[in-house]
Each structure stands twice: as structure tokens, then as C-alpha cells.
């Protein structure tokens, strides 16, 4: 049993901490999640290490600590046995990759680093270790090695930061049952296999403490070996040699002669410039809020803290008090920003009238809203926020309306407030900017204003100039581009369950951070603008697709879609009845009962009671169940993975869909609504959330029912508008191949033509299986899949899979070039292009890492179809709404999903909407090859699709 508090040995003012380094990067890596920054380096093993760091300088405050990793190269153990460590594979480069920069990072927290030739981490601490004991000064060492147990006495003890657990003599006997004094011989009995250390055959934990308590060491031990009778005893006579070099290979050496002294080991104040620059490189951000704001990480004064590689959005959570953000404690007004007034709370009418003169004197104003909640159907103005710049000088003022906590001033009446505002949000020709206007356009509605003349917003600004090299939400903006940190929502609110919803937070303090949303937002255009001026087919896809769809997409969120939920009711109960039987098979094919959802119970029934072939091993050396794993293992005709994944897959939809979306309708519109994320996919896709609607299956059974429960109200019909095979049609534009022109062209079935052109058969003489085939390779082709995935999915040998490749590039040549050429614009640009200019930056096309290039060359190829197929329907999408707002049709556009749009029309109207949606959509943009829209009717989503 381990301890969880310091032992009195431990000095907590200040002890003597020794890190190992190495131990706690490998583990780190296994155990963090692969995290990456924006740029694509690897990051998670730099972040748990320094997060362990912090923990036990936050903990234990020490004027004395080191950091110890092991060198490259052998040591003296590799002279005495040239068999150690052999078997351990080389560092993968993802982990390599991230020493370096944990190495800067350390000694930029001012920590004493050794990286000593020919010595390994353990003897360089075991050392250091032994000197202070020699000064009766007591050592913490940190690290998650059991061999370093050996040096546990009166005065060092283990920490393990991993569990926060810690090992003292006591405690070390209980772990393994024998003192610290006896770990090595009790290393040197078991054997290491991960160092490659022999051990006794046969000889495992029980017995080695069973043999050191009955002859206290290894020496008394070979003295007596004759009286150990059977096999193991016969083991341990043979290996008598092998024990005494076991012995040596686990001991740790604490007399080294080293470069250093425990003199050298003293703390240095940080370097923040340093931390700043690296903690910015590598987008660890509450680290980087610290050092902006002046602070060391990890000072007593901070505490220990959770970090986080993400920011929520500023621009819809912060502005709510419904959702929370990592962040620094310190709160810091933007009165002295450059070049700006100090911010104004807006109090009194004259104050106000003030403002409205600026407004209505400025070319351009941000605007943000303060709001009692997400949901942007339920949420209510709490306050205004506004800026403007007059020449030189920025304006910013936070107007509150509707603080409501005890003792809350005097505030202007809102509904006065707004109803002032009101005609110059609603003059289309008053231009204005946000961040995530979208959202406040919605709250406005909510008040029956009708906000136009939304000319910018900062998110997609961003979105447009470079869709992978940030977050869109303004923490990460302000960061980026303004090297400036933004107060925290938590900061001014609280977190957890007594977070404040913002109408309870006192004035004195949501002011500056609600003038900042609006100063902030300005600053952000007036840098990000230009950027985009500067790029004139970057500056068309945000003036021509992006600013545009944007009140689109809000109209669409608005009108919301209507849900049969007893339809979805019956469903929730005949897929809990499926999950019961299935439940009832799985333990009868397992022959015990377990829980279906334990990853650890599945672990034993598949692999240990059933053995069944382990796919793969998780970063901690356990069989995987994860889903490629469990599909494998049913493409191999295994009865329980094939039904586990439909467990899975039915109860997915349970959760997700089934018992959820009932919960999701609005309680006053009757409707669900969900909400679309412009700034999110990086190939300019949409997706959605609440609920997300990309995700529901359209070819299982379950799926088209979930489809079904999506209705048009009575008198009313849903019209689904699909297009046909468009990612094709635009390889055949992009590769301009005369095979594929011709095809569509003519109007031929594309996967027919293509399976007449791989088999060599004619059109009409084209099997259901070669049709088939020839689909996956136009599928697959196109989202660049090897040989081996194509073998894979045809279950087909991976020859024949290269043969049907082989031969569909034969036929279609272009696309072949296409693919060679694009990959190496790719490489020379480090971006590709959609046909409307749209980029999709590609920061890995030149990594060492050969699996990240290869990724990076197969999105080379992919972005330009599907960027550009985005770019179709939301150029779709902005041409039909125009329509609508003249149309003398009873249409509503509802919802899109991947390549298409849903609508909900009068039954007097179907033919005319459903001829001009057909027109627009097909007319959106031209290529050398129709664009083709299915559309369809019915009462419900799945019987229009």
C-alpha cells in the first residue's frame, strides 16, 4: 500500500527534489493522449511532464531540484552484458521529436538539467541521492521506476506524481514484501524484461520474496541453493552465474564520477520571455495566460491547476456563464491597450446618447451581447457591448440592462435600450462586425430585432485566412494576432456548479470584460482584414461564400425541424429490447455474464477465456477493443466482436438520437434546432451540433427510421435536394480525364463505366460484383486509399486489389496526373486550392514523419473535391435564400447534410420549389460535367431522401 500524504522524513518547506526525467517521458507519452499543436508537432508527452513538474513545484515550493535524462549512446552496463536493453525497439519519432523542446522548456522554469554521457538517469540520481543523505539533508525523488525502491531509506523517499503516491521504507516492504535494502537482489531473481535482464527462469515475484525472507539475500541464498528442491531449484543452480550479473545490471550506482555536485542544483528564477516564446510554439495556453499576465507557473501563489491545449469560445460560452474555460486567476482590464480610451460602463441616458451619436458617426462598430444563456432560442440580453475607433482612438462601453443580483445598481431600461438600437442594427447599411455574429443575431430575434448589415466576422475572417493554423474563438485570435490575453469568463463567474450566469456578476467586474469582447473584435478585423485584401481569391471566398451564408445558416437554425416523438419513443424501446437479447447472447457465447461496455471485462472474455487473436495493444499494453480491432476480428467470422459492435453501434444511436433528440426540442417552437459550425471542418464543410445531423446513418435500417422521425408539419411536405456523385464529377473537372468527361457526359452509370473499363467488359455486361468493386475504387481513389485498404474493404488479396488500382489508372490516365501534379503543387505551395480559391494549408506535406506526409498527400488530393464541393452547396445555398425573400412560395430550407439540403413546403407549392431549388442548385457552379440534384418529397426526411 502507497501513502498519499508526505512522511515525516520529507521536509515539505524544502526538499531536495530529483526528477527522472526519462521515466516520466516514456510514460507520459503511453499515457497522454496524442496531442499535437496547430502546426502538427507533437506535443503530449511535453505537457505531461512539465504538468508533473508543476505539480511538485506548486506542492513542495524547493530551493533544491533537478531534472535527469538519459543520454544517447551505451553505458557501462552495455560493456558488462552486450544483451542489455537489445530488445527495446527504437524511440518513435513522435516521442523523439519532443525532447528537445521539453529540455528548453525545463531549463527555462529554471530547473538544473543533466544529460551525462555514459551514465544512465538512475546512477546520475542514485548519486546525488547518496550525497545528500552524507549531509542528512532529505531527498524527494520523483519517478515511476520500481528499481529505484532500492535507494528508499530513512532519508529518500518516492513520489510518484502519476497517482500521487509515495514510498517509504514501510511502504516498500508492503509493495513487494521485501526491505529496500533487498529490492536488488529481488530485481536481480524476477528478471526485467523490458531491460533485458535474465533473472532466475521460471522465478516470479512470489518466489523471489519467498527465498529473500527465508535467506535475507542472494549471497546466503547461493550458499543454501542445494536444499531448493524441484524444478525452480534446478533453475536457480543453472543460473548461478546469470544471478550474480542480474545483481550488478539492477543495481543502481550511487558513487559516479560526476560533472556535478548537489551544489549545482539549485532553482533559477524562470525565464518568462522564453516560456512565453515555447509555451506559444507549442499551444499550451493556460501556461502561456500565466507567463502574459507576469506570472512564474506553477508559484505558490497560482496553485495547482487542471491545463488544457483548448479554450472554449469566447464569443459564445464566455458571453453566456453556461459553459467554463481553462485560465489564469489574474484579471486585467484593456484600459491601457494601445491607442484606446479606457473602457465606459454606460450608466445614464446622456451616456447613452453619446454612444448612439458615435455609432451612428462610425463606418464600421462592434457589437457584442451579454447573455443568460447558449441556447440561442432561450437566451436573453443581459448587456450591450460596443466599439468604434475615431481616427486613432478606440471607443469601447459596456451598456448593462438586466443585472439582477442583490444590491445591482440603477441600469438603463432594456427594453428602451433596444428598441433605440433597434433601426440602426436592423440599416443593412450600417455596417458591423463580431465575432460569432450568428449567435448574436439570434439573440436579437429574440428581442424582434432583425440585425442586417453584418459585414465581418472576426471567427470567419480567420476561418477563411487560414482554416488549420488556429482556433477561431477569440482567446486564441487575441493571442495570435494581438500577442494579447483576453480575460477569462471563470475569472469573472466562478466554475463548476456555482459558476454565476452572467446577469448575477457584479457590474464592477463584467464590465471590462464585456467591453473587451467588443474592443477586442475590433482589433481582430482591423488586423485580419488586410490579410485578406491582400489575397484577393481568399478575400472573394469570405465577401462571396462565407459572410454571406452566415445569416443564412441562421435563418435555416431558426426555422428548426419538427419531430414525431412517439415514433422516436418506440423506437428507444425496440432498440432497449435488441440491446437486452443481444446483452443475453453475448454471455452465453462468453458462458459468464459481463458488462458489455467494460473495456476491461471484454479484455478477459475475448483474450484470455475465448483467446482470440490480439489485433493490436492499447499505450498501455493491453489487447485493444476498440473498433477497427473488433471489426477485424468479425471480418475473421468471430461470433462475439461481430455482435459486440452491433451492441455498440444500436446503443450509439440509443444515446445519440433516439432518447435524446426528444429532449432537444424547443419547448416554445415545438422544434428542434440545431446549430451549424462555419469555422470548425478545415476543408470548408459544415457541421452541426444539437444534434448533429452528419452523423445519423442513412443505410442501416435504424438510421432511416431515426430519418423518419424527422416530419413536415400537416398540409405540408419535407423536399430533400441531393446532389449526385458530386466529389466525382469534380475529379473529372480537376483532372479534366476524357474517360471520366465522357462518362458523365453521357450520362452513364460512372461505377458501371468504370467497372466496363477495369474488367474490360462491355457496359451492359457488367456484373452486380464489378459494379461494386469499381465503386470502392472510385471512392476509394479519391480519399486516397492503398492497395491495402481497397484489398481490405473488397476482401480481395492485396494483388488483385493493386491490379483493379493499376487498371483504373490505365483507363483514366488524368487522374493519375491529377493526383502526381497536385501533390507536388502541394509540396512547392504547402497548400492546395479549391476552384473558388478556397486553401487548405498542409503543414506535415514535408514531415520526416512518413505516416504524417503520406496523410498530408492524400488530404493534397481530397481538400480540392471536397473544399469545392462546399463551396457548391453553400453557393447553393446563399442563391436560394435570395430567391426566397421574393419568392410567393411558402418554403422554408431546414436543414443540410453533407451534399444535401431538406425543405419544408406548402403541398400547393411542391412543384414550383422543387423545380427551382433543381435549377439553383444545378446552376451553382460550372464545370466541364453536369452537376446532377436529386429531389425528392415525402411526409418524413427518409421517404424525401
Known amino acids: 500500500m502507497t501513502q498519499s500524504t508526505p512522511p515525516l522524513n520529507v521536509n515539505p518547506d524544502s526538499p531536495f527534489i530529483l526528477v527522472d526525467g526519462s521515466s516520466y517521458l516514456f510514460r507520459a507519452f503511453h499515457a497522454m493522449p496524442p496531442l499535437t499543436n496547430s502546426k502538427g508537432q507533437a506535443t503530449g508527452a511535453i505537457f505531461g511532464v512539465v504538468n508533473m513538474l508543476g505539480k511538485l513545484i506548486e506542492q513542495y515550493q524547493p530551493e533544491k531540484m533537478a531534472v535527469i535524462f538519459d543520454a544517447k549512446g551505451k553505458t557501462f552496463r552495455h560493456e558488462m552484458y552486450k544483451e542489455y536493453k537489445a530488445h527495446r525497439p527504437p524511440m518513435p519519432e513522435e516521442l523523439s521529436s519532443q525532447i528537445e523542446p521539453l529540455h528548453e522548456i525545463v531549463k527555462a522554469l529554471g530547473l538544473p538539467l543533466f544529460v551525462i554521457e555514459g551514465v544512465e538517469a538512475d546512477d546520475v540520481i542514485g548519486t546525488l541521492a547518496r550525497q545528500a543523505t552524507e549531509t542528512q539533508h532529505d531527498t524527494l525523488i520523483s519517478t515511476g521506476d520500481k528499481d529505484m525502491a532500492q535507494l528508499v531509506n530513512e532519508h529518500v523517499t518516492l513520489i510518484n506524481t502519476m497517482n500521487d503516491s509515495l514510498s517509504t521504507p514501510e511502504s516498500v516492504k508492503e509493495k513487494f514484501g521485501v526491505r529496500p535494502d533487498q529490492i536488488i537482489d529481488y530485481l536481480a531473481l524476477v528478471g526485467d524484461s523490458a531491460d533485458n535482464i535474465p533473472g532466475i527462469p521460471k522465478c516470479g515475484p512470489k518466489t523471489a520474496v519467498k527465498w529473500l525472507v527465508a535467506h535475507d539475500n542472494i549471497d546466503r541464498l547461493i550458499e543454501n541453493a542445494d536444499s531448493i528442491g524441484g524444478k525452480i531449484g534446478e533453475n536457480l543452480r543453472n543460473h548461478l552465474d546469470q544471478l550474480k550479473l542480474s545483481r550488478e545490471l539492477t543495481t543502481i550506482k550511487t558513487d559516479c564520477d560526476l560533472p556535478v555536485h548537489l551544489s549545482d542544483i539549485n532553482r533559477q528564477p524562470a525565464d518568462l520571455q522564453k516560456l512565453q516564446d515555447l509555451f506559444q510554439e507549442y499551444e499550451f495556453r493556460t501556461w502561456l495566460n500565466q507567463v ?92 450591450v457591448c460596443l466599439a468604434v475607433k475615431d481616427g486613432t482612438t478606440r471607443h469601447a462601453c459596456y451598456i448593462p440592462l438586466a443585472h439582477d443580483y442583490e444590491g445591482a445598481p440603477q441600469q438603463l431600461d432594456r427594453d428602451t435600450v433596444l428598441n433605440t438600437l433597434k433601426p440602426l442594427l436592423e440599416d443593412a447599411s450600417v455596417a458591423k462586425c463580431g465575432q460569432n455574429l450568428k449567435y448574436d443575431w439570434h439573440v436579437l430575434q429574440n428581442h424582434s430585432i432583425n440585425m442586417q448589415g453584418m459585414r465581418f466576422d472576426t471567427m470567419l475572417e480567420s476561418y477563411t485566412l487560414n482554416s488549420v493554423a488556429t482556433r477561431h474563438n477569440m482567446d486564441d485570435l487575441a493571442l495570435k494576432y494581438l500577442n494579447h490575453r483576453t480575460i477569462h469568463f471563470e475569472e469573472i463567474a466562478g466554475k463548476g456548479k456555482k459558476q454565476l450566469t452572467f446577469n448575477q456578476i457584479d457590474i464592477d467586474t463584467a464590465a471590462p470584460y464585456a467591453a473587451e469582447d467588443a474592443d477586442i473584435t475590433l482589433q481582430l478585423h482591423e488586423t485580419l482584414w488586410p490579410q ?414
Not at 318 to 324: F, H, L, N, V, Y
Not at 359 to 375: P, R, Y
Not at 869 to 893: E, F, G, Q
Open 292 to 383: 502574459m499576465a507576469g506570472e512564474a507557473p506553477f508559484s505558490k501563489s497560482n496553485g495547482a491547476k487542471a491545463h488544457s491545449q483548448t479554450l472554449t469560445k469566447k464569443s459564445a460560452a464566455a458571453k453566456t456563464g453556461s459553459q467554463t474555460e481553462q485560465a489564469s486567476p489574474t484579471l486585467r482590464s484593456k484600459a491601457a491597450l494601445d491607442a484606446s480610451e479606457p473602457y465606459e460602463t454606460v450608466f445614464t441616458q446622456a451616456q447613452f446618447d453619446a454612444w448612439l451619436e458615435r455609432l451612428k458617426n462610425a463606418e464600421l462598430f462592434a457589437i457584442d451581447t451579454e447573455t443568460t444563456s447558449l441556447n440561442t432560442q432561450q437566451a436573453q440580453v443581459v448587456g
Open 532 to 945: 485578406l485584401q491582400a489575397e484577393p481569391t481568399l478575400e472573394k471566398v469570405f465577401t462571396d461564400i462565407e459572410m454571406p451564408l452566415m445569416p443564412v445558416l441562421a435563418r435555416m437554425e431558426r426555422n428548426g425541424v419538427l419531430l414525431d416523438t412517439g415514433m422516436l419513443a418506440q423506437q428507444s424501446e425496440e432498440i432497449s429490447e435488441k440491446l437486452s437479447s443481444l446483452e443475453q447472447k453475448a454471455h452465453l457465447i462468453a458462458g459468464e455474464v459481463f458488462n458489455l461496455n467494460s473495456s476491461k471485462q471484454l479484455q478477459v472474455i475475448l483474450f484470455e477465456n475465448l483467446e482470440l487473436p490480439i489485433i493490436k495493444k492499447t499505450p498501455k499494453g493491453q489487447p485493444s477493443t476498440a473498433e477497427p480491432v473488433l471489426v477485424e476480428l468479425a471480418e475473421q467470422g468471430h461470433e462475439l466482436p461481430t455482435l459486440i459492435l452491433e451492441y455498440r453501434s444500436l446503443a450509439k444511436l440509443k444515446s445519440t438520437y433516439t432518447d435524446s433528440l426528444p429532449k432537444q426540442i424547443d419547448p416554445d417552437s415545438g422544434r428542434v434546432h440545431t446549430s451549424y459550425q462555419q469555422a470548425v471542418a478545415s476543408t470548408g464543410r459544415l457541421s452541426s451540433t444539437e444534434p448533429n445531423l452528419q452523423n445519423i446513418p442513412v443505410r442501416t435500417p435504424e438510421g432511416r427510421r431515426i430519418r423518419q422521425a424527422f416530419i413536415a408539419r400537416p398540409g405540408y411536405k419535407l423536399i430533400a435536394a441531393d446532389y449526385s456523385q458530386i466529389e466525382l464529377r469534380i475529379m473529372a473537372h480537376l483532372s479534366g480525364d476524357a474517360g471520366l468527361l465522357d462518362a458523365f457526359a453521357h450520362g452513364k452509370d460512372i461505377h458501371k463505366a468504370t467497372a466496363a473499363e477495369i474488367f474490360g467488359v462491355p457496359l451492359d455486361a457488367v456484373t452486380s460484383e464489378q459494379r461494386r468493386s469499381a465503386k470502392a475504387v472510385n471512392f476509394g481513389l479519391i480519399y486516397g486509399m492503398s492497395a491495402f485498404g481497397l484489398a481490405k474493404q473488397l476482401n480481395v488479396s492485396r494483388g488483385l486489389a493493386q491490379e483493379y488500382i493499376d487498371l483504373y489508372f490505365a483507363r483514366y490516365p488524368g487522374v493519375r496526373t491529377y493526383m502526381e501534379t497536385t501533390k507536388e503543387n502541394a509540396k512547392a505551395n504547402g497548400y492546395v486550392e479549391t476552384l473558388k480559391g478556397r486553401r487548405l494549408y498542409l503543414p506535415d506535406i514535408h514531415a520526416r514523419n512518413g505516416q504524417l506526409r503520406q496523410y498530408a498527400e492524400r488530404t493534397a488530393i481530397n481538400a480540392p473535391m471536397q473544399g469545392t464541393a462546399a463551396d457548391i452547396i453553400k453557393t447553393a445555398m446563399i442563391r436560394i435564400d435570395t430567391w426566397l425573400k421574393d419568392a410567393p412560395l411558402d418554403l422554408k430550407m431546414l436543414m443540410q447534410v453533407h451534399d444535401e439540403l431538406v425543405f419544408e413546403v406548402a403541398e400547393n407549392d411542391l412543384e414550383n420549389a422543387k423545380a427551382e431549388i433543381k435549377r439553383l442548385m444545378e446552376s451553382a457552379m460550372e464545370l466541364k460535367v453536369p452537376l446532377i440534384v436529386d429531389v425528392g418529397e415525402g411526409q418524413n426526411w427518409d421517404e424525401a431522401h
